[in-house]
């Protein structure tokens, strides 16, 4: 919805008092403190960026769109309902628009903005328009190109009568932490507004892990999304897209999506293409200080394989849960460079080397890329079902949790507790009678139901093998063990468990 944000200009009067004496007094002069003051500018960065922003402004415009929703009145079947709308109980259609920002790249007119400004606002909305207004206030009716939701990135097209201004990429791989940027885009429906600020960080990581940002204090709000991040050569590094904020407005922390992430995307979506990502097959988790402190692993290299899906080409390429992949196609694993990045990146149908450790011992297979699935298939794939509650452990049981290394009571998986906890016939492991609460096994999220299916890799049978496990572990000065551990519904999972000081 468009809001329509009004300036109050406050004016705050003071008395002021003369103070006049009979007697003579001598004339002195003064100077005002700022009188011919010019602060030198911070090293590496220009007196004024009025010079650079008087070039690029031209060049970034505001985006507008008309949309139609349905909407159910609330209203219906009550004594209101005729005052809102048709009583009729069916869903009524209204207007709505969203604002947001972009900037055009080629004097022909293609315009790069988010795809979150142009998609639709709720579920049953629908995209009527798409105007585009130059900083000239000429206004042009948009085509939509090509959108990617998962990069957040749209194509957008207006036919102009004379060539336009348009601004080039730069290449974000350059940028530094500590780098002055400007961004430039049209906040709250003001207008073009210029904020200018630093690069705080880099490779910053989406909630789906393919896709990563560039993190900047420059001002950014609602508005500003599609808008250019520029450096001082101004060129086009970033694509300001999202903002950190408890309260919706600017608090230092904004996101652009960095050009050499975007620009392939946007090729490919001129070309009236979809856009296609590269995908393993696998369900990974970062490796976590207690996951590496229990595999022997050095931290901060490598991410944990969690589950493997059937017929991909991850299982083809004969990986297995619980393996560490700490390279893919030669490029090394790390916070950094994560994996789903990595493999995001490759082309479809191509065969890549992947160098694993499993069980301590370091390998390489090959793996086919297959084509990523979207976000709803992905979910579906490893899915988990609702927790199932289980009976409360007695007193006798919890005290003997206390006593064990890993904070936990196991007994033996019998056909019997197996159907009686949803289990599938195939399950082998010990089942956890009571979990310690002061222990890391509980923090973890472990609970009475549980099945430990393994232990630092070894299958686990009986409540001696796990208690083996985790004296091995002490006795080689590990302070965790990673168990693989699957209850109803879920699929098995490996969680590194911290030992008990005793």
């Known amino acids: 919805m468009r809001y329509a944000y009004a300036i109050t200009a406050a004016l705050l009067l003071g008395g002021t008092t003369l103070a006049l004496t009979s007697h003579p007094t001598s004339v002195i002069a003064q100077t005002a403190q700022n009188e011919g003051m010019a602060a030198a500018a911070p090293r590496g960065a220009p007196v004024s960026f009025a010079d650079m922003v008087q070039r690029l402004q031209p060049a970034v415009v505001n985006i507008s769109t008309r949309q139609r929703v349905q909407v159910q009145n609330p209203f219906a079947g009550t004594p209101f309902g005729g005052l809102f709308g048709a009583d009729d109980g069916q869903p009524q259609t209204r207007q709505a628009q ?166 392939p995307i946007i090729e490919t979506l001129r070309k009236g293409q979809a856009v296609r990502r590269g995908y393993l097959g696998i369900q990974i988790s970062q490796l976590s200080d207690d996951m590496a402190e229990s595999l022997g692993l050095p931290r901060n290299r490598g991410e944990f394989v969690q589950a493997v899906e059937p017929g991909k080409g991850a299982e083809k390429a004969g990986i297995k849960a619980g393996d560490v992949i700490v390279k893919v196609n030669n490029v090394e694993v790390t916070p950094d460079e994560t994996l789903s990045y990595i493999v995001a990146q490759l082309p479809v149908g191509s065969t890549v080397p992947i160098e694993l450790i499993r069980n301590g011992r370091r390998m390489t297979v090959q793996a086919q890329i297959a084509e990523r699935p979207s976000e709803d ?88 093998a796990l208690g083996q496990a985790a004296q091995a572990a002490k006795q080689s000065g590990r302070n965790a063990v990673l168990l693989q551990v699957t209850r109803r519904g879920v699929p098995p999972a490996f969680i590194a468990v911290r030992l008990r000081d005793q």
């Open 98 to 263: 969203s604002l947001g920002s972009g900037f055009i790249i080629s004097a022909d007119g293609y315009i790069v903005t988010n795809n979150h400004v142009v998609a639709p606002g709720a579920e049953g909305a629908r995209v009527d328009s798409i105007t585009v207004i130059l900083p000239d206030r000429s206004e042009y009716a948009a085509t939509l190109v090509g959108t990617d939701a998962r990069s957040d990135l749209a194509v957008l097209k207006i036919n102009a009568p004379r060539p336009l201004p348009f601004v080039k990429f730069g290449d974000s791989t350059k940028a530094r932490v500590g780098d002055w940027v400007i961004a430039i885009g049209n906040p709250f429906g003001l207008g073009s507004t210029v904020t200018a600020g630093i690069i705080s960080a880099l490779h910053r990581s989406g909630l789906s892990g393919v896709e990563r940002f560039i993190q900047t204090d420059a001002s950014i709000n609602q508005g500003n999304s599609g808008g250019p991040m520029f450096d001082m050569n101004g060129d086009v590094i970033g694509i300001n897209s999202q903002i950190l904020s408890p309260t919706g407005g600017n608090i230092g922390i904004g996101f652009a999506i960095p050009s050499e992430q975007a620009v």
């Open 377 to 464: 298939e992905l979910a579906g794939n490893f899915g988990q079902d609702p927790d199932q509650a289980m009976p409360e452990p007695n007193a006798e049981v919890a005290k003997e949790a206390t006593q064990q290394l890993l904070g936990l009571a196991v007994q033996p998986l019998t056909p019997g507790i197996a159907r009686q906890l949803g289990l599938e016939a195939n399950v082998r492991g010990v089942v956890i009678a009571a979990v310690d609460p002061s222990s890391d096994a509980a923090a973890k999220g472990l609970r009475r139901g549980d099945v430990v299916m393994q232990a630092n890799g070894q299958p686990v049978t009986t409540e001696d």
